[in-house]
Nanobody, 120 residues
Framework: QVHLAESGGGLVQPGGSLRLSCVASESILSINAMGWYRQAPGKERELVASITKIGNTNYADSVKGRFTISRDKAKNTVYLQMTSLKPEGKAVYYC??????????????WGQGTPVTISS
């Protein structure tokens, strides 16, 4: 099974920037799609950004123009570059992978999460 390891979370001031990394144990070209989700206390986990193996991206409306998802296929890594951070963005950020299985089905794999705190 694919394993994911996130890093890069921490404390940043409003308006600041942070880059999250997610390293997969296998080539990301073998994964249908990868994404970043976040979950704040008392709230449901929500999609922040995703990228497919062919490079198509998708963003939540709340982060469009501020966050960028990208990848380094040689390093089996997906990044989330976050700029103009807002206090409401404080959450645990999770990496997600949709891994292909037999008969054109897929399963979802999650990392352990990396916390991001935006505070002055």
């Amino acid at each position: 099974q694919v394993h994911l390891a996130e890093s890069g979370g921490g404390l940043v001031q409003p308006g600041g920037s942070l880059r999250l990394s997610c390293v997969a144990s296998e080539s990301i070209l073998s994964i249908n799609a990868m994404g970043w989700y976040r979950q704040a206390p008392g709230k449901e986990r929500e999609l922040v950004a995703s990228i497919t193996k062919i490079g198509n991206t998708n963003y939540a409306d709340s982060v469009k123009g501020r966050f960028t998802i990208s990848r380094d296929k040689a390093k089996n890594t997906v990044y989330l570059q976050m700029t103009s951070l807002k206090p409401e963005g404080k959450a645990v950020y999770y990496c997600n992978a949709k891994v292909p299985m037999e008969w054109a089905r897929y399963t979802e794999v999650w990392g352990q999460g990396t916390p991001v705190t935006i505070s002055s």
